[in-house]
Each structure stands twice: as C-alpha cells, then as structure tokens.
C-alpha cells in the first residue's frame, strides 16, 4: 500500500446500499413502535374478523361470501394503514425533532431518504400480508384468480402504496407534528368508514360512483377486481397512478424539511 492511501477508501457507500440501510432502519422503527404496529396490524385484523362475524350473523348486506369480499378491502385497508397514516405522522415528528434536516445533509441524498422510506413502507406490507391471509384463510377465505390474481393484487399494492405514501409525505411535510398527527389519524378515519375501502363501494348507494376517484376506493376496488375476479382493473389503476404523481409533484414542490 502506497503512503497516503487509507483501506477501507474514504467516500459514500453507493446509492443502493445507503437506501437499502435507510430501509431497514425504518423498518425496525416502525415494528418497534406499538401505535404503529396497531395501526398496520391491529385494526386490519379486527376488521377482519368483525366484519366477516357480522356478515355471517347478516349485519352487513354483500354480494358473496362476507370473507371473500371483506378480505380484499381490509388488505387495501392495511396499505393505507402504514402507507398513508404511519408514514405521515413518523416522518412528521421525525421533521419536528431536526432528524429530517440532519439526515437530508448526509451523504444519502434526499430522494434516497425518501427511496428508503417506500422501502420500508414495502417490508411492512409483506409483514401485514403474512399476518392477514393465513387469519382471513382461517375464516374460510377462498381467493379467486389463481396466478393472474395475486400478481393484479400485488400490481394495486405497489402502485397504492406510492399514491397514498406520497399524499403522507405531503401532510407531514407541511403540517406540524401535532396537527399531522390529527390530520392523518382523522383521514384514516373517514376512509375507513365511508371511503370505500373495506366495503365495495355499492354498499354506499347512490354515493358509490362519487367516491371512485378517491385513492381509497380505486385501491380497494383494483384489489376486489385481483382477488375475487382474477383481473387486472385498469381504471381503478390509473387513479392510483393519478393520484402519486400529483402527490409526487406536490412533495417535490411543497415538502419542507425543518
């Protein structure tokens, strides 16, 4: 070794590595925290199970087996959960508290940050998916589609969780803290209950075609299309789509990063 030179090389690991750690420190971040852990986890569970119990006692009108309509929207139920929800209101108090700004001077570039985060975002989902089907199989769920199916499903969660985890980056990087905190909490709220994400959206009568063009509804349509009909549904998709890059264009433009 030549005088002057250092082994290991000073300098930046690559890209690829630096958002590959940032994920996984996410992602322990995230499965450590216990209201997040009930948000992804536990409400989507209880969902579950309480909507197929009132469906076999006849509290709830569907068309088809209560399991096999239910377990569709409570998957998109789980994306929204992490993907909107615990997205905004982590990264919200991570910008209160400086981490945002210190870690936006690092060697990772700020859309590595945020790369990180989607990654994150993504390991969590595979995480609710081993948790949600082997109960909603219990329940009796019997998934239509074969192959065709599961890749539509797969096809909704990835282009759900960028529509809704853009529109959580954009909430916690304008909001403050507290108010990103309600506000996140208060829209997972809403779309729970009336926007067409657990329930098919003719279960909202005359409102149900106002409330396709929301993100909530379009995922847990295009997941109902995958799991029950085994298709791929184009529209539904393309609101996704719709949805992440207008969401995208507002990070890029309105996030804020102290």
């Known amino acids: 070794m030549s005088a002057g030179t250092f082994a290991p090389a000073p300098g930046a690991a690559p890209l690829a590595r630096q958002v590959r750690a940032q ?25 579950l199970v309480g909507g197929v119990v ?5 509290g709830i009108e569907l068309d088809g087996r209560a399991v096999d309509v239910l377990t569709p929207g409570v998957l998109a139920l789980a994306v ?3 993907a909107f929800t615990s997205l905004a209101i982590a ?20 859309y590595g940050l945020l790369l990180g985060k989607l990654g994150a975002i993504l390991v969590v989902h595979v995480v ?17 589609g074969g192959v065709v199916g599961v890749l539509a499903a797969v096809l909704a969660v990835l282009v759900g969780a960028a529509a809704f ?20 909490n208060l829209v997972y709220l809403l779309l729970l ?14 409102a149900g075609d106002l409330l396709a063009v929301l993100p909530s509804a379009a995922l847990g349509d295009a997941m109902r299309a995958a799991l029950i009909d085994g298709r791929v ?26």
């Open 233 to 258: 549904a184009v529209v539904p998709l393309l609101i996704l789509v719709a949805w992440a890059v207008a969401g995208a264009a507002a990070v890029s433009r309105f996030f804020r990063w102290e």
């Open 128 to 144: 609710q998916g081993v948790v949600l089907v082997p109960v909603a199989l219990a329940l009796g769920w019997r998934p239509g």
């Open 23 to 47: 994920a996984l420190m996410e992602t322990r971040l995230m499965l450590r925290n216990g209201e997040q852990l009930l948000v992804a986890l536990v409400i989507p569970v209880m969902a």
């Open 80 to 82: 929204m959960s992490t």
């Open 165 to 184: 985890a853009s529109l959580g980056l954009l909430m916690a990087g304008t909001l403050r803290a507290e108010a990103t905190l309600a506000a996140a």
């Open 91 to 110: 990264t919200g108090f991570e910008r209160r508290y400086g981490l945002i700004k210190r870690l936006g001077a690092s060697p990772l570039p700020r």
């Open 54 to 58: 009132a469906g076999r006692r006849g």
């Open 193 to 206: 209950v009336g926007g067409a994400v657990v329930l098919p959206r003719a279960s909202y009568g005359a």
